[in-house]
């Protein structure tokens, strides 16, 4: 049986190539907002991060109808450090809308994301966006896109989907790119024609998977997922079981029932299957658990999430300053803090220490975990961090593997040079060299993960701003041996107190300092970057020592270069082994892990005699 009143659909695409912006348009022509309704852009981008830097890091749930048809749609990040939102939704949907950017074409994360869809056998219709873009080119897109599906091993109802080409942000989609732009009713018609509609059975035993968790700190846990079979009605005695935890067989009763209409939840006494919904009142539920009736308690599958490649420590702040600035600052803050996240990240883990002060935290990539950290700091947590490890593993001959991605570099001709000289210091291999959209050089490497971390920064530099850069896992391979990375030495605070002109002018001699005139500083803490190697101490805390002999220069003001400032993620790259990031809410600093000068030196010594 057909629910023909109903079609699920995902929305998947590279960053920034306009899916949100297509959902909104979306939204606002299937007459969600009233004609007078002031709509943020990008609305379904409801995180302070996500629309600070126009990107999309949980996936959405929203619902429109058009035509007396239900269409429930899931926006999905679109960076690879978030993929494992992509992975897990797609199993609420039958179908896909894959959106190309005509004037980039498809992408790493194209290729990624189209690949899960491929492998779940889902319906896919592609749309060519920014049509009306300088330099778009929608009929090369479209051949490009039919090339990446055939190299997917794409079935013949993938490789005969539709096309439909769109302005999202002209709110417009036409069937062919020389049609007269009107509106948005051909995506909504071939969403209708082309997404097959859920099959079930209403009289069959109830099952619902869970592929998502929202939290909110007066209901709890709320399951969001879709009917596969049969009804699921409010205040329901049903099961609970996992196709990855055979012995997990639990009672539970379904509190609130909830189903999506625009941006909000609805509340609703059953719902049928086909249907996406978000349930309340189950204490204990995780992602890609099986709500079931007592009468079929057979697991849906569902499949594993990728693992995390990256990790780092995140400890109490024991600097001088620790507990000026933060809320939460003690170690239980942080351990309920962290396994609080697991609720909702299905791709992180954390794990206790034999420090009790002391957790490793594993992600996707350096933006998952720095996504978590400026979410944490935003809340008042004060704490440290050390510097990001991969993670390694050993084979069955008891050898290394680490993780690889494959990075698509693409720069203007004169900086090629320079970037496959960097990139091949750090152990990456040219895999293939071609010419780019606008004039630029497409550069593909395989490279360690490792030997990306603390890279971002150089490449902006090196590329004046002007090179795009994106990298995918691609799987483990054998340890490709030492790589070095930071080759200058660090600034480091003499003494503890406040930074004076005095003190700053005769240090910014040595490299560029990170801290301005009144900031305070503790000894053992990095306040700047020197050209050397080794790390050089200096006092910006010194005062000019007052005589009564004056010169003709006394009343000449110091001139100060003013300090670099640096990001969260800068920061997190150029921190070393043997530094730590303090992050607080109003301060990010760079110390060194051991504050005591000579308890330093002997453990530098120490270090080199085990090299």
Do not use: W
């Amino acid at each position: 049986m057909k629910r023909e009143d109903i079609r699920n659909v995902a929305i998947i695409a590279h960053v920034d190539h306009g899916k949100t912006t297509l959902v909104d348009e979306l939204l606002k022509q299937s007459g969600v907002f009233r004609e007078n309704q002031e709509v943020a852009e990008r609305v379904m981008d409801s995180g302070d991060i996500e629309r600070e830097r126009g990107i999309t890091i949980l996936s959405k749930n929203t619902a429109v109808f058009y035509k007396g048809v239900k269409i429930n749609i899931v926006d999905t990040p679109g960076h690879a450090d978030f993929g494992g939102e992509v992975e897990r939704v797609l199993k609420m949907v039958d179908g896909v809308i894959l959106v190309v950017d005509a004037f980039e074409g498809p992408m790493p994360q194209t290729k990624f994301v189209l690949r899960k869809a491929l492998e779940l056998d889902l319906a896919v219709v592609v749309c060519v966006n920014k049509v009306d873009r300088p330099g778009a080119r929608p009929r090369e897109v479209e051949d490009e896109t039919l090339e990446l599906l055939m190299d997917l091993d794409a079935g013949e109802k993938q490789l005969d989907c539709p096309f439909v080409f769109a302005s999202a942000k002209s709110g417009y989609a036409v069937l062919d790119p020389d049609d007269e732009p009107k509106n948005m009713e051909p995506l909504f018609e071939t969403i209708i024609s082309s997404i097959p509609a859920p099959e079930g059975e209403t009289d069959a035993p109830a099952k619902l998977l869970i592929s998502t968790i929202d939290y909110n700190e007066y209901v709890g846990r709320i399951g969001v997922g879709k009917v596969e079979t049969g009804k699921i009605k409010s205040n329901q005695e049903l099961i609970l079981v996992n196709a990855h935890d055979l012995d997990k067989k639990q009672k539970v009763k379904i509190g609130r029932l909830y189903e999506y209409e625009g941006l909000n939840k609805k509340e609703v006494t059953e719902a049928s299957f086909g249907s996406i919904v978000a349930v309340s009142g189950i204490a204990d539920l995780h992602i890609g658990d099986t709500i079931c009736d007592p009468a079929d308690t057979e697991p849906i599958p569902f499949q594993k999430i990728s693992e995390p490649t990256l990790s780092m420590y995140f400890m109490v702040n024991d600097s001088p300053l620790a507990g000026q600035e933060g809320k939460f600052v003690t170690s239980r803050h942080l351990r309920d803090r962290l396994f609080r996240e697991l609720n909702t990240d299905v791709s992180l883990r954390v794990e206790e220490t034999e420090n009790t002060d002391s957790f490793k935290v594993s992600g996707r990539g350096e933006l998952h975990l720095s996504v978590l950290i400026e979410n944490m700091r935003r809340e008042g947590y004060e704490f440290a961090v050390s510097r990001p490890h991969v993670l390694t593993k050993t084979d069955e001959r008891n050898r290394t593997l680490e993780p690889m991605e494959l990075v698509y570099v693409d720069v203007p001709e004169e900086f090629a040079g320079n970037v496959i000289q960097k990139l091949s210091s750090r152990k990456g291999e040219l895999a293939g060299m071609g010419s780019a959209n606008g004039g630029y050089t497409r550069l593909e490497f395989r490279i360690p993960s490792r030997g990306l971390i603390g890279y971002r920064g150089e490449f902006m530099t090196d590329t004046k701003g002007n090179g795009i850069m994106n990298t995918i896992f691609d799987g483990y391979e054998l340890y490709k041996g030492p790589i070095s990375f930071r080759k200058s030495g660090s600034l480091i605070a003499f003494e503890s107190g406040e930074t004076l002109t005095y003190g700053l002018f005769n240090a910014q001699e040595r490299g560029d300092l990170f801290v301005g005139p009144g900031e305070k500083v503790y000894a053992g803490m990095v306040i700047g970057q020197t050209g050397k190697s080794e790390d050089i101490e200096v006092n910006v805390c010194k005062a000019k020592h007052l005589t009564n002999t004056r010169s003709s220069a006394a009343d000449d003001a110091l001139r100060l270069i003013p300090p670099v400032i640096m990001s969260l993620e800068q920061s997190m790259d150029f921190i070393d082994d043997d530094e730590l990031l303090e992050v607080t809410p109003t301060h990010l600093r760079i110390r060194k892990k051991i504050l005591d000068p000579t308890l330093r030196k002997r453990d530098l010594i120490r270090r080199n005699q085990e090299l």
